[in-house]
């Protein structure tokens, strides 16, 4: 009798730290939130972009002279050869470098190593060419469950963070350009297109009246992430 009372309350335990896969702002505890759309009501917008294969000066003067803060979903593989490109990206813009894992798997289809692996490993990479430990993770493909959130949890991560909206020029042809509203994160990815891919993203971003805003801030702000889940001191510390 006391052996099953114990099992059945590490089972409601349980239940409740997996939960299911829900949006910022409800979620079970114990997990980082999912974020495809910061809910405020500032005008700003989220630039984030990923991958970093293709290294076009243009893009790096756009960014610095422009003063655009962005988040850089970066690929251990792709910055390694040419980490300068980088480097003075974030030494003189507003850009900061998070996970995106090492190797760019589905990361649902692999077991708890390979997912410890994937996320652990490119935290270190990031920080040791870097000088800081990504904060926010993007999962590759958006693809995630719950045990992917626990992993990224473990490996530092304050939330997962997806988009609202592709902007990204995959063949000929950029895909519509939608109107952007407050709190929108905007996806991009490092091709010989992300010069136009950006401007593109930059022009709806003022059409609409919205100005590029650093990310992290406005996850604290919001209440995205819960007053749990950052100790206090990393306040100040969290704008980098
Ligand atoms: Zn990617």
Redesign the pocket.
């Known amino acids: 009798m006391w052996r099953s009372r114990v099992v059945v309350g590490l089972l409601a335990v349980v239940g409740l730290s997996l939960g299911s896969v829900g949006s910022a702002g409800a979620r079970p505890a114990g997990l980082p939130p999912v974020v495809s759309h910061v809910p405020t009501s500032d005008k700003v917008v989220f630039i984030t972009i990923?991958?970093g294969w293709y290294h076009d000066p243009e893009v790096a003067r756009t960014l610095v002279e422009g003063r655009v803060p962005a988040s850089l979903?970066l690929l251990p593989g792709a910055f390694s050869y040419d980490a300068g490109y980088f480097t003075g990206l974030v030494d003189e813009g507003r850009v900061r470098v998070e996970n995106?894992t090492v190797n760019?798997p589905d990361l649902t289809a692999l077991d708890a190593a390979g997912k410890d692996a994937e996320l652990c490993g490119a935290e270190e990479r990031v920080a040791a060419a870097f000088g800081r430990s990504p904060k926010l993770v993007r999962p590759?493909y958006g693809a995630y469950d719950d045990a992917v959130r626990l992993a990224a949890k473990a490996c530092g991560a304050k939330a997962l963070v997806t988009w609202t909206y592709d902007f990204t020029t995959w063949g000929d042809t950029p895909p519509a350009t939608p109107a952007l509203r407050s709190g929108d994160i905007v996806l991009l990815h490092f091709t010989p297109g992300l010069g136009a891919d950006l401007r593109r993203a930059l022009d709806a971003a003022r059409a609409a009246g919205l100005k590029p805003a650093a990310l992290m801030p406005y996850l604290r702000s919001s209440g995205v992430l819960s007053s749990g889940a950052l100790p206090a001191r990393a306040s100040g510390a969290l704008t980098s």
């Open positions: 990923d991958d979903f995106h760019h590759p």
